[in-house]
């Protein structure tokens, strides 16, 4: 004959077979394995078994709890994934996916990448500078007194307490000489800013990058080879690049850089690309000021600088027609750099 707690688990298998849903599961757990369930229960009523009988009917009882909780375990999960796939059936699978978009370097970041690795090659390190400053790094080091014209055609924005937006990345020569001593060979990549009328070729943010290279004998032959070999680089080998002489207050001569080749769009034209030039020794001079040596003296040290347009360069690079398209954070026309 069946022992009284068998016939209880079979019953209690049973009812939790059963159960239709969650709430009818709790009741058959709580009725069975509750403080006062019928399986509890038992616990209690073995104290008054006799001796022998205890063990017995111990294992039984241990087994029977055991039974009944896996059985409870079991039909909760069931309940569990039944309501899983039921959510996943109202998926439907024929609507088109949420794509990850993946994303790209903007042009521009693009063409500093490429310039800064060009110039690696060449042993220029990366300098850097900030884009508010003071009058002095960025024009009277710069041999650029505040009478001189060239102070009225890079007309900027200033703040309050008389600092302004840079106008151009030339500031960061003084900075890298003002800390190091000779010899130098940096470029500084960076934002340069005017108070422009806005156009297709004219923004008020744009972007430099600034070479300075200051050694014992340099002269415009070495600048003329470093700048042609960079355009050559960039543009294809059969790249033409001419120097034409102009006037810069920090350089002497100075020169400024044009490009042409056949493998751009409009490869016939001459395209203005860079300022450049051979380091004036009033700029060392006021350098030594600020140093308080005489690190960069001018007879014994010479070199060159550039200011390259990154704007203009990609423009060409990429056949870009419009400056503002830089900034607009337009999709379209992001897209066809990615
Ligand atoms: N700073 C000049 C500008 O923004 C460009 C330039 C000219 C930079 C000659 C130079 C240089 O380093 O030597 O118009």
């Known amino acids: ?31 069975y394995l509750g403080r006062s369930g019928s399986v509890s229960a038992w616990g209690e009523q073995m104290k008054t078994l006799a001796t022998e009988e205890k063990p017995v009917v111990g294992k039984l009882l241990n087994e029977v709890r055991n039974a009944v909780s896996a059985a409870l375990d079991l039909r909760a999960q069931q309940f569990r994934s039944q309501k899983e796939s039921a959510s996943l059936g109202q998926i439907d699978i024929s609507l088109p996916g949420t794509p990850h978009e993946i994303g790209a370097l903007h042009p521009l970041t693009q063409m500093w990448e490429r310039s800064i690795e060009i110039f690696r090659r060449m042993g220029f390190a ?4 900030p884009d508010i400053e003071d009058e002095w790094h960025c024009f009277d080091a710069l041999n650029t007194p505040p009478e001189h014209p060239a102070r009225t055609e890079q007309d900027t924005f200033y703040l309050p307490d008389g600092r302004l937006l840079r106008t151009h990345t030339s500031t960061v020569q003084i900075r890298t000489m003002e800390s190091t001593p000779p010899p130098i060979r ?52 059969g790249t033409e690049v001419e120097f034409r002489p102009h006037f810069f207050p920090f350089t002497e001569p100075s020169l400024e850089v044009y490009v042409r080749s056949k493998a751009l769009k409009g490869g016939e034209q001459w395209i203005e690309v860079a300022g450049s030039g051979v380091v004036h020794p009033a700029v060392f001079e006021q350098v030594n000021k600020a ?32 400056l503002r398209l830089f900034a607009q954070n337009d999709l379209r026309f992001l897209r066809q750099f990615a």
């Open 291 to 322: 140093r308080g040596d005489k690190a960069y003296d001018p007879e014994k040290w010479s070199g060159y600088a550039f200011g390259l347009g990154m704007d203009r360069l990609a423009m060409i690079l990429f056949d870009i027609p419009d």
């Open 186 to 237: 940096v470029i500084s990549p960076g934002a340069a800013y005017r108070n422009e009328e806005i156009d297709a070729t004219h923004a008020a943010q744009f972007h430099q990058i600034e070479g300075l290279y200051v050694d014992e004998n340099v002269s415009v032959a070495d600048l003329k080879g470093a700048l042609e070999f960079f355009m050559r680089e960039l543009f294809g080998a």
């Open 1 to 31: 004959m069946a022992h009284p707690l068998e016939q209880l688990r079979d019953d209690a298998l049973r009812e939790i077979e059963s159960a239709g849903d969650v709430q009818s599961l709790e009741a058959a757990r709580v009725k």
């Open 126 to 129: 990366l300098a850097d500078g």
